[in-house]
């Protein structure tokens, strides 16, 4: 197997440079005069062979800023709160954060959940109470400040720095890739919707649980093959284990998606023969998601179970597969007759549980593709899968949902020519989203209903086709870019460069063995 940089001989913090590995960009840099040269000056040397200051990682940190300073800019024109004439929406500036503190009562001091019902799981709520209450404690004493535009700033200040947080977690996890990063870094959709609302501190819990877990390997002999429980190990070993299901649980109660990446540990924990490796950070996920939600769910019940109550009862959203097919059944077939999508939209329960046994069909598709695929898939493809999926089939697809997927396609596959194509796409259906909602606002169409199913089905085709993509790199390992850099799966933890289990390898084994033996082609 080919590598970019060889363990050993190159060492461990020379970068994959771009334009060598990946075509995409390698056509591009024939603009300025083509790939970087063996003889060019390196600006990421290992230590003590004078590195310089700007190196790839310190350039993608500050490319991080510079788009968060841009986002800031974007939405400036609406953090004064005084939206007239639909300008949050015309000029695309607008945030749930400005939004919500008015409409969660917290310019009036309420507590979230104790005073007022929250729409968001425990963890969410707590941060906007954590920065809504000084601000309006501060606002009361001085009415001449505006408390939603300080509260706006003050969350773009802390989730700004969890997303610098978050690149700094993938510039740790690829070291020898340093330039992946800038695909978060740069995203158009980082730049859009930042702060739409509060998921980056999900994504940085996410990112750093992903982190927690990559750094597990140091401690428990991540190369022996061999199950053993989780006192096997040392202490430093099973903290990290333990520390990366707090992080991912901290990240569930934020979002619920974070602690979907647990299923992935588990399949490869299974496929490794170290179930308890898998089961582990399930349990401390598990116990850290209630250890949040106990003191708000008992003493304040009906306001903790807003958010639980508000998704099994929303109908089709926005922009979501079922809403393309909502519109489809209006556009063919008998007009007076209901089409399936349409019947759906109508009996929300029987919606609700199609989409989760949709999700729960991929999720088991996928779990099937992890245990038999040739070579054991890296548990950042299999990570991408499983919230792609999700996002395929729900029923709520919020235009701020793409940065779920931001970090874990950084881990995923790297590579900028689909990444592109995906963030244009997100593009359009963000300039799209806009025009519908000023349309719905003012009770006059921006454009035809078509062209936002359209952007709609863009969207929702480049994220189906980016699964293909990561699947068939699974299915075709020699094709992963990050495995042309890394000897196995540097996200892997203790799963990283250990062998499949005995079981798996009967199973080879039987199946090799009763296979057909061809027949040699007849003479003539």
Known sequence: MSTQSTPGIDGPDVP??????????RGLSGLIGGPLGDHAVARDLPSGMGRRFWTAARIVLALTCLTLVLHWVQKSP??????TDNEQYTRFCYTDVLALY????????????????VEYPVLTGYFMGALGLPVH?????????????????????????????????????????????ALFALSPALLLTATVNWDLLAIGLATFGLLAWARTGRGLGARVGAESPPGGGNNAGMLMVALAGVLLGLGGAAKLWPLFILGPILVLAIRTGRVWAGILPIITAAVTVVAVNLPVAIPYRENW????????TRPIDWGTLWYIGRYLDGKVGDPASQGSFQWLDANIPTLNWVSYALFGLACLGIGLLALLAPRRPRLAQLAFLVVAAFLIFSKVWSQQFVLWLLPLLVLARPKWGAFLAWQVAEVGYFVAFYGELLGTSTGTPVFPEGVFVLAASLRLATVVALCVLVVREI???ERDAVRRTYPDDPDGGLFDGTPDAPWLERWRARRAASAPTPTPAAVT
């Open 102 to 117: 008015y409409a969660e009562n917290l310019h009036q001091g309420a507590v979230p959940y104790r005073d007022h019902p």
């Open 137 to 181: 404690s501060v606002g009361e004493g001085n009415p001449e400040i505006n408390q939603g535009q300080w509260f706006y700033n003050l969350n773009f200040l802390v989730l700004g720095a969890l997303a610098v947080a978050t690149v700094a977690a993938l510039l740790a996890l690829r070291r020898r890739r340093p330039w992946d990063a």
């Open 475 to 477: 299915l075709h390992p």
């Open 16 to 25: 994959d440079h771009p334009s060598r590995s990946d075509g995409f960009v």
């Open 78 to 83: 609406c953090q004064d709160g005084a939206w």
């Open 305 to 312: 179970g807003r958010f639980f109550e508000l998704n099994t």
